[in-house]
């Protein structure tokens, strides 16, 4: 039995326990699409504290530098944002500049115009972001799997 386990995995079962079960195979790509009905879900019920950790874990694996992790972000959550009928305004609120400038070409390639300039307009006049949130949330989760990882190795 391989013992090593993507990073991708302890922050994943760190952020998204709902999600994350040990024994399932899944790929970071499914992971991602699992999200995706998981934060229209805590979008339209207001439950900021289970998108803080959804977008912590999604801005976390977008920033990456391994092509696999940054690219399934990208593909398996980002680029489908805004296929449902999701509030604007709301969404663009819980992504950081940074990501936004990153995946603005798929909202542009995958969308019509005039949705992809609703959404470009949105970000350009938001007055609410939740990314000093998401830097929190992640952070958080992040030391506490360091001192889990030195716990075990002591």
């Not at 504290?49 to 874990?57: E, G, T």
């Not at 940054?70 to 980002?78: D, L, R």
């Not at 798929?106 to 990314?131: H, T, V």
């Amino acid at each position: 039995m391989n013992k090593w386990v993507p990073r991708w995995r302890h922050l994943a079962k760190a952020l998204l326990p709902e999600l994350y079960d040990k024994e399932r195979p899944e790929t970071l790509y499914f992971l991602f699409f699992d999200l995706n009905p998981l934060a229209d879900k805590a979008l339209k019920s207001g439950d900021t504290d289970q998108l803080a950790r959804i977008y912590a874990f999604t801005e976390w694996c977008f920033c990456h530098k391994e092509r696999y992790i940054w690219n399934a972000a990208g593909v398996g959550f980002y680029e489908n944002l805004f296929d449902r009928d999701a509030d604007v305004d709301q969404v663009v609120s819980w992504l950081s500049r940074s990501t936004y400038d990153g995946v603005k070409g798929l909202f542009e390639w995958r969308l019509e115009s005039a949705k992809a300039k609703e959404i470009d307009l949105a970000m350009n006049a938001r007055s609410n972001s939740y990314e000093e949130l998401i830097q929190m949330t992640l952070a958080m989760h992040l030391d506490q799997m360091r001192r889990d990882f030195k716990r075990k190795a002591s």
